[in-house]
């Protein structure tokens, strides 16, 4: 990679720490606490956000596997990898976030309240595509089947929030937010989705290379070089062939 | 008849006929099912779940009898590579899924009329509330399950992948319905609510989507 | 059939690599070539099976994959599997085929080819208890059920005994004189030599000889053969299948 790329990536993700450190600020000191959760309902401003930026990997995964199989190009099927890894990283995150949330609002770690349970279902449809891509010999083979399995996981996702929601809820209702409470959450998009961004970016630039390296170690790959036997073919075949065969040679 | 219709019974019939014959795998899925709501039953039998617990129980039965039974379906096509020749008839791949899943539903329901009644039994589930509900939803809720397994079921078997890839990718795809067909009849026999509304819409929705999407997307996995 | 430019990269790998082919009707030409060389690829895509990543194909004048399915009708294959349904009976599986291709008259046609190819007494026992070289016999005669012009055979004779090999031998003949065109992948370089009118040698995934079999060059065609096994390890692992 050339040092100005280089360089770009550096300054991309200061830009990131910078404003994540901006954003913990205005958390921290900006908002007040809630009056009956106190200040581990912060967590609510990067849990939203996470989850929202999960939810469009998600997306992007859908997208780019029904690109790659529309036109069979190798790089849709690395993006839909990259997204769905990213959209495992960040529901991991919303797991974890609305955990401790739910242990600060109810006493306990776990409760199967929609919105757990919908953050759960997606965790595990998603590293099950991880889980189908690293099972799969044969780089075409592996596209298709994740691709297929990303369409439906997809179309999965609004009916695991439909049901996830018929089950009994301890806390329902959405949270009032004050004025400064909106805006820091507003805040919190932006860190938080330059993060998503450059992760799967990342990881597909990673994936990228990866499919280059393993094409281009392929096409080096010495072949046979007897000569009478295919000037015999090339008799047969005409002036083309000849030329291709000594392409060959 | 046109000709679509017969080819789909032809191939429906050849399922139905072989599997008359070798009786392989009715067997084994009636048999591993029952076992798994005895074990259950035993377990948990005993007033920590009685009655409604027979939902869950039945809906984790049906989910490892089916797992197994979609993937001997496809096995029969590919001991022989009898597929690659179905793949040269003039057969539409359509055709092939909805013949697929109408035998892996035949199957299905042989499995239900055996292990439902015995599930009912074992925790004193009283269904004379609403027995065409109870039968509905779970129908319902079975149609989805081979929907998306008839598609998996091909995408596994044409690779060589280790055993329990399949049920992996099912079981979350699947949990809509078992949520869905669950809570509706914790509303019904628990609450006495009749059923509608979400849950239900929930069912229809995923049988309408999976039936479509699996229906349109066979022929990409299909591998001779 | 015409292909050019041919080209196949599976697993990463190029399995095939520029194959140009042209196969007059009529013709019997045999595929030779060691394992790995690509020989039951080329024969897939050539069935419509197996897409092509480089080069085109035309079947009896139609493009495939455009026109496929129309290709397909009018051709068979017959493979290392015998491509039957084991629980059924020869005539069940015959019967389903014929009306799968929508066969006049399926069950006439199933007691023919059984009769064809010597298999009319078992007509009605199951395919599963049948020997190697029995299924073979019915597999052919489900090829040929909707009557193909273009027969496509790989490696007809694999596991065989002689009389099953004899059997099928005569078959091949027979449908050669009764004007099919035939596509062999085989094994055995004399055997093929005997058979067919052209001999197509693959290696490392090119067509490294094609000539008539009647000036064949026998001695070259063995050592060509025997010469690309030590540069299989070029090619990097070769699954077992």
Known sequence: ?249 | MPLVAQQFLLLVGKDLKIEARSRQTIGLVIVLGLLIVVVLGLGLGGGAAVGLGATVVLWVAYLFSGVLCFEKTMAVERSESALAALMLTPISRGTLYLAKLTSNLALMAAVALVITPAGVLFFSFDLSAAPVTFGAVMALGIVGFAAIGTLFAAVVSSTRLQGGLLAMMIFPVALPLVIASTQLLIHQFRDGLPVGGMGLGVLVAFDAIFLTASWLMFELVLEP | MRAAGLGKMMDERSVLISIDLSIAAGEFVAILGTNGAGKTTLLKILATLMPPTAGWLQLFGLDVPRQAAQARARLGLIGHQSMLYRDLTARENLELFARLYGVENPRRRAEELLSIVGMIERADDAVKTFSRGMCQRVSIARALVHEPDLVLADEPFAGLDVPGAAAVERLLSDLHAAGKTIVMVNHDVLQSLRLADRVIVLSAGTIAIDQPARIADAPGILAELAGTDRRLDLMGERQCH
């Open chain 1, 1 to 249: 990679m050339s040092s100005v790329q280089g360089r770009l990536i550096r300054s991309y993700w200061i830009a990131v720490a910078l404003l994540f450190a901006a954003d913990l600020v205005l958390i921290i000191r900006y908002t007040p606490d809630e009056q009956t959760m106190g200040a581990v309902q912060k967590i609510f401003y990067l849990h939203l956000p996470v989850a929202i930026n999960t939810f469009l990997a998600c997306l992007t995964a859908f997208v780019a596997s029904i690109a790659y199989l529309w036109h069979r190009e190798g790089w849709w099927d690395d993006l839909a990898a990259a997204a769905a890894r990213v959209s495992v990283q960040l529901c991991a995150v919303v797991l974890a976030t609305g955990m401790i949330w739910g242990r600060a609002a109810w006493g306990v770690w776990w409760t199967w309240s929609p919105r757990l349970t919908f953050s759960l279902i997606l965790f595990l449809l998603y590293v099950v595509y991880l889980v189908i891509r690293s099972s799969v010999e044969g780089r075409e083979r592996r596209a298709i089947i994740g691709s297929v399995y990303a369409i439906i996981a997809f179309l999965d996702v609004p009916l695991v929030w439909l049901s996830a929601r018929l089950l009994p809820d301890i806390h329902p209702g959405s949270v009032q937010l004050e004025p400064a409470m909106k805006m820091t959450l507003l805040a919190s998009f932006v860190p938080v989705t330059l993060l998503a961004v450059g992760l799967v970016v990342t990881r597909f630039v990673l994936n990228r290379t990866a499919s280059v390296t393993a094409n281009s170690v392929q096409a080096s790959k010495p072949r046979d070089i007897r000569t009478a036997p295919l000037v015999t073919g090339a008799a047969l075949h005409g002036p083309k062939a000849i030329r291709q065969a000594n392409g060959a040679l």
